[in-house]
């Protein structure tokens, strides 16, 4: 996805996903979850199935099954979600709610982790629920959507001078 869209021409309405929508990495959450559960099934059954542990030592492996699973749910928690009156972040560890005017241009340039959101108090922040990772295609389609989304929410129309 280029950083700006040719033309500098508004989407027609009609491209435009209904809202509310959101958008999640859903492969990359699907292996997250997978492995979580995977991870605490297999060391909670070491912990039961090796002989001569005692039950603290039980407990301790149970505990760092339950968070090595806690670390893997967390890094599936990313996720954007647009609505009639904004947009909703949710990164690793915080959450913010952005209206459509506080958010300037949607990037996802080449070799970005993810997707990058210029902000009108001159901040960008980083949007984890649209990443290429897994599926690239899907990542620029979704920044896409989101692009066209702000475009048309917006205030100021893409011709306006950003600042």
């Keep these: 996805m280029s950083d700006t869209q040719p033309g500098g021409a508004q989407p027609a309405t009609g491209d435009l996903p209904a809202l509310p929508v959101t958008f999640r990495p859903g492969r990359t959450r699907a292996v997250l979850i997978v492995s979580a559960v995977l991870i605490f099934g297999t060391i909670t059954a070491v912990a039961v199935a090796l002989k001569g542990l005692g039950p603290g030592e039980r407990l301790s492996f149970v505990l760092t099954a339950l968070l090595l699973a806690g670390v893997l749910l967390l890094l599936a928690r990313p996720k954007v979600v647009a609505d009639e009156s ?11 709610r952005l209206e459509w005017a506080e958010i300037l241009r949607v990037n996802l ?7 990058f959101l210029d902000l009108s108090d001159g901040t960008s922040l980083p949007a984890l629920g649209i990443q290429p990772g897994i599926a690239r295609q899907r990542a620029i389609a979704d920044g896409r959507a989101l692009r066209a989304l702000t475009e048309a929410r917006s205030t100021a129309g893409p011709e306006a001078p950003r600042g």
């Excluded at 340039?109 to 997707?115: C, N």
Aim: no cysteine; hydrophobic share 35%.
């Design 109 to 115: 340039r080449p070799g970005d982790p993810w997707v």
């Design 86 to 96: 904004g947009v909703t972040v949710v990164n690793l560890t915080n959450k913010r």
